[in-house]
Structure formats: C-alpha cells, structure tokens
C-alpha cells in the first residue's frame, strides 16, 4: 500500500528500511531519498517503523 503519495512510498520499503536500523520515520525518508512533504503520511510511517521494532523485540525475547 502507498504510504505516502508525494513521494510514492510504500509500507513495503518502509519496513525493509527499518529493519535496517531506522528507527523514525524521517530517517527511513531521508534513507529512501526524499524527505516528506506535506507530512501527512508521517504518523503512519512512524506506525510501520514501530512495529518493525517491536516484533523484532518480542522475536528476541
């Protein structure tokens, strides 16, 4: 699904991208080449890269 339609950025890169280590969403758009524009997919973004990290977290645990 488009995350954020300014750029064309997808849940699914988002998620590569914090698995990576990013861990805002700010990072992971500066990491994929743009940062955001009218911010409003920010909180979302932010959503994806939570989860990423937190089932990372439980999988260690």
Same mark, same amino acid.
């Given at each position: 699904?488009?995350?954020? *339609?300014?750029n064309g950025y997808r849940d699914a890169e988002i998620r $590569?991208? %914090?698995?990576s280590?990013?861990?805002c %969403?700010? $990072?992971a758009y500066a990491?994929?080449?743009?940062g955001p524009c009218c911010g409003t997919c *920010?909180?979302? +973004?932010q959503e994806i890269v939570? $989860? /990423?990290h937190t +089932? +990372?977290? /439980? +999988?260690?645990?």
């Open positions: 699904m488009y995350v954020c *339609i300014c $590569e991208i %914090a698995e280590g990013v861990r %969403a700010h $990072e990491a994929l080449g743009n *920010i909180p979302c +973004a939570d $989860e /990423v +089932a +990372a977290r /439980v +999988a260690a645990e």
